[in-house]
């Protein structure tokens, strides 16, 4: 998987195609992330001695193949392609051919 938590994405499918943000967590065993203000759901919480009842809108995952990279210098959703430098594997923007990490 090529998308890192941090990373800023872009939504290219979906329901909230479009939308930009940065990955909170990935799950790569599912191949899956979760990107802040994408794939809103609600959760709804009992009441406990502590807390009343509420209701939560939390992220759900999304599949890792519906994002894209969004490049800052380019300002465009980007693929990324890795290139060895210094010894080092270093993931690289395909469009403005700059190192991301």
Same mark, same amino acid.
């Given at each position: ?5 941090? =990373? +800023? ?7 909230? /195609? ?7 967590? +990935?799950?790569?065993? /599912? ?13 709804? &919480?009992? &009441? +406990? ?14 599949? &890792? ?5 969004? =490049? ?5 959703? +980007? ?19 700059? &190192?991301?990490?």
């Amino acid at each position: 998987m090529q998308i890192k938590k941090d =990373d +800023t994405v872009v939504v290219i499918a979906g329901k909230d /195609k479009g939308k930009t943000g940065t990955v909170l967590r +990935t799950i790569p065993k /599912k191949n899956r992330v979760v990107v802040e203000g994408v794939n809103m759901q609600t959760k709804h &919480a009992k &009441a +406990t001695r502590t807390s009343g009842s509420e209701i939560k809108h939390i992220e759900g995952p999304i599949d &890792a193949s519906n994002v894209m990279f969004y =490049d800052k210098d380019a300002k465009k959703a +980007t693929r990324i392609g890795y290139e060895i430098k210094d010894g080092k594997k270093v993931r690289v923007s395909k469009k403005s051919g700059k &190192a991301i990490d």
